[in-house]
């Protein structure tokens, strides 16, 4: 799987949009990305993943850029339900048909009243 | 409809006891996963079954461990000996994979081990 980098931590203010950045500059054209977070002492949630174009859903929206060498994982009106870690990870089908994928330290979102 | 359950929830053990873990996926998902997640750390890959695949074992950090899934249901993750450096939280999670492309991971709640 292709490395990922996140900043450690962040702060956004409640209501605001929430822009988590994520670099993968070794992505491999066949690598998805995904993003997953973790409500603290609660399980991993997917939250959305994309290839090349740019996805939305209800919970959030991911801008890949052209070279697909970073992405952005955007919460458009930040609540404090959404304070946990965020996960950014690329990965695609190997020969057994499933993804086996290394979850970093991710960033930590802290949404502030 | 139900999520994937784990049990114990938390388990307090002594070093050098046997624990086994317990993972009930969802139904009618092939692919079935454990991780570790250390304290203040990401999710470490452990094992992976795929159907009545031969797992993906290269993950699991010594011959202490070893996982066993009947079919396409429950998973029985169990380490033997017990060491301090057990210490963590273990994940299961389980997904459905069309042809062609990865599927999104759902994950249990985890079981907090913790070996005194």
């Known amino acids: 799987d292709a490395k990922t980098t996140q900043p450690p931590s962040m702060d956004c203010a409640e209501g605001r949009a929430a822009n988590l950045p994520c670099n993968h500059s070794?992505?491999?054209?066949?690598?998805?990305v995904y993003w997953y977070r973790q409500i603290h002492s609660q399980g991993p949630q997917y939250i959305i993943h994309g290839l090349k174009n740019n996805e939305t859903n209800e919970m959030a929206s991911l801008i890949i850029t052209e070279d697909r060498k970073s992405s952005t994982l955007i919460l458009p009106h930040a609540t404090l339900r959404d304070t946990a870690v965020y996960y950014c990870?690329?990965?695609?089908?190997?020969?057994?048909?499933?993804?086996?994928?290394?979850f970093g330290i991710g960033t930590k979102l802290q949404v502030i009243p | 409809g139900a999520g994937v359950s784990q049990s114990p929830s938390n388990k307090v053990t002594e070093k050098g006891k046997d624990v086994e873990l317990r993972c009930d996926p969802i139904?009618?998902?092939?692919?079935l996963y454990w991780y570790r997640q250390r304290l203040g750390q990401g999710l470490e890959f452990l094992i992976y079954?795929?159907?009545?695949?031969?797992?993906?074992k290269s993950g699991l950090p010594s011959d202490r461990f070893s996982a066993e899934r009947t079919g396409e249901s429950v998973s029985t993750l169990t380490i033997q000996r017990t060491q301090q450096e057990d210490s963590a939280v273990y994940l299961c999670a389980s997904s459905y994979s069309p042809a062609g492309r990865p599927g999104e991971q759902f994950f249990g709640p985890g079981t907090r081990l913790t070996v005194l």
């Open positions: 139904s009618g998902h092939t692919a």
């Open positions: 990870i690329v990965s695609d089908m190997n020969s057994g048909g499933y993804q086996k994928v290394t």
């Open positions: 070794t992505i491999s054209g066949n690598e998805y």
């Open positions: 079954f795929q159907g009545n695949s031969a797992p993906d």
